[in-house]
């Protein structure tokens, strides 16, 4: 049984762990992990900044997603689950969760290989950016909204 929970500072070493080792199962080449390493970082200061929600099963906290944003303007950060959660349901709960706890339109820059995941959600794709970490010059990700609402 997943449980969804407001993340608290001391989470931030175990979200990371969670957001490092999911993003390396991707097989990203270990340079490119190197690089990213800071930018996979939860930290405390966010969690305590930004809402914060972390997914636990049988007292382990297994994924993590960040809502960042006011003002009907919301990003969809930090989505992670462990890859040996992976599709249990763990993403779908954290999103849905996130999904209600704002008023109005969530806005995702997707790795690629999320994209997929985030229209079966019913998100859709608006576009493309510039990869917002080093490690990838000229790497474009999916744009994606996905409508939420309380």
Same mark, same amino acid.
């Given at each position: 049984m997943i449980s969804i929970r407001r993340a608290v500072p001391s989470d931030a070493v175990r979200a990371t762990e969670v957001a490092r080792s999911a993003k390396a199962h991707w097989g990203y080449p270990a340079e490119w992990l190197a690089r990213w390493h800071d930018g996979l970082a939860i930290k405390e200061q966010d969690i305590e900044v930004h809402p914060t929600y972390v997914a @636990? @099963? *049988?007292?382990?906290? &297994?994924?993590?997603? /960040? @809502? /960042?944003?006011?003002?009907? $303007?919301?990003?969809? *950060? +930090? &989505?992670? @689950?462990?890859?040996?959660? +992976?599709? $249990?349901?763990?993403? $779908?709960a954290l999103v849905e969760h996130a999904k209600g706890s704002v008023d109005g339109i969530l806005h995702i820059v997707a790795d690629p290989n999320a994209e997929p995941f985030y229209l079966k959600l019913g998100a859709e794709r608006v576009g493309e950016v510039e990869a917002p970490m080093p490690g990838a010059p000229g790497r474009k990700l999916p744009l994606l909204e996905l409508p939420a609402g309380r």
């Open positions: @636990v @099963v *049988e007292d382990e906290v &297994v994924g993590v997603c /960040q @809502v /960042q944003g006011d003002s009907g $303007r919301f990003m969809l *950060e +930090h &989505v992670w @689950v462990d890859p040996a959660a +992976h599709g $249990r349901g763990v993403g $779908r």
